[in-house]
């Protein structure tokens, strides 16, 4: 209605019944998606998790067992038929240096004086010391490392255990020193590891 005015309104032309339904197929058509498309499938998925989670646990399982051999440290052999062990601190006494797990902690000279006196007196609380001081402040830091997991998996916290990655020509004297500083570090356990021999 326009100032009074009434307009007539032109009446639309009704489509037919076919008209109606074909248009209507054509619309469901277009609108149509594959139900695959609108979900996530996570059986695939689940699946490749699956594969994964057991090839980490495989190599997580072996990879403390492996020890790289090279001139500078071969391991001693041995008939023992135990697994070795997987958790604890690892101390690698090489012919050329002492690590705490990757760290370097003191370099060992080439003489003969180290199978006599072990580590050079600098390196101790004395002369006749068998403790080795920067060996001693390394495993301490491990051990507070140490402490705090066993304690989050309910594990005895008193005392940790080490393995202990040994050349096989360490001098006895060296081997002690390590291990008296490791019994002074709060390391009750230790794990020698070998070479299994046939």
């Known amino acids: 209605m326009s100032n009074g005015v009434v307009v007539p309104i032109a009446p639309q032309a009704r489509a037919s019944t076919v008209k109606y339904k074909a248009e209507l197929r054509k619309a469901i058509r277009r609108n149509a998606h594959d139900p695959e ?5 996570i059986t695939a998925m689940l699946d490749i998790m699956t594969i994964i989670l057991v090839f980490l646990l495989k190599t997580l399982g072996e990879s403390s067992a492996s020890v790289p051999q090279s001139r500078d440290l071969m ?9 070795p062990a997987q958790e604890g601190v690892r101390v690698t006494v090489s ?3 002492v690590l705490v797990g990757d760290d370097k902690v003191l370099d060992l000279p080439n003489n003969q004086s180290l199978a006599q006196n ?3 007196a600098r390196f ?15 495993l301490q ?4 490392l140490d402490r705090a997991l066993r304690e989050a998996k309910g594990l005895d916290p008193a005392s940790s255990e080490a393995i202990i990655i040994a050349d096989s020509t360490t001098p006895y004297r060296l081997f002690v020193e390590v291990l008296f500083t490791l019994g002074q570090n709060e390391f009750g356990k ?3 590891m070998v070479m299994q021999a046939k």
């Open 118 to 120: 072990g580590v050079e």
């Open 124 to 138: 101790k609380r004395g002369a006749n010391s068998l403790y080795i001081v920067p060996l001693g402040n390394a």
């Open 190 to 192: 230790y794990h020698l």
């Open 141 to 144: 830091a491990a051990r507070k």
């Open 37 to 41: 498309i609108n979900f996530l499938n």
């Open 95 to 97: 012919k050329s240096q």
């Open 75 to 83: 391991l001693p052999k041995s008939v023992i038929q135990t697994q």
